[in-house]
Nanobody
């Protein structure tokens, strides 16, 4: 029900935009979140966007560099990542929930993940 794409290899300081396409049922009534998981680390919340008014909330480590947006007509949520650093390297996941949270256990639906590697 969720399909993330857009990952790849980028140099430090570069940018990437991830997309997450959802079914209409999954997307319409849900908060949409982005998470990431680096090797050997727990999955962490990157941020989320609210259902109706598009307010966004971010983890401190990405605030000011990453931007989440949603296109309700396309049932798609985006993660624009700028000023990327090597410690941003991880598998990135999109997810859907019916509550405002950045905690992974609060999410009901998950995409398959897309690899982002930041390296020179």
């Amino acid at each position: 029900q969720l399909q993330a794409s857009g990952g790849g290899l980028v140099q430090p300081g570069g940018s990437l935009r991830l997309s997450c396409a959802a079914s209409r049922r999954t997307f319409g009534g849900y908060f949409m979140g982005w998470f990431r998981q680096a090797p050997g680390k727990e999955r962490e919340g990157v941020g989320y966007i609210t259902k109706r008014d598009g307010r966004t909330y971010y983890a401190g480590s990405v605030k000011g560099r990453f931007t989440i947006s949603r296109d309700n007509a396309k049932n798609t949520v985006y993660l624009q990542m700028n000023s990327l650093r090597p410690d941003d390297t991880a598998v990135y996941y999109c997810a859907a929930t019916n509550m405002a949270t950045m905690l992974a256990y609060g999410y009901d639906y998950w995409g398959q993940g897309t690899q982002v590697t930041v390296s020179s």
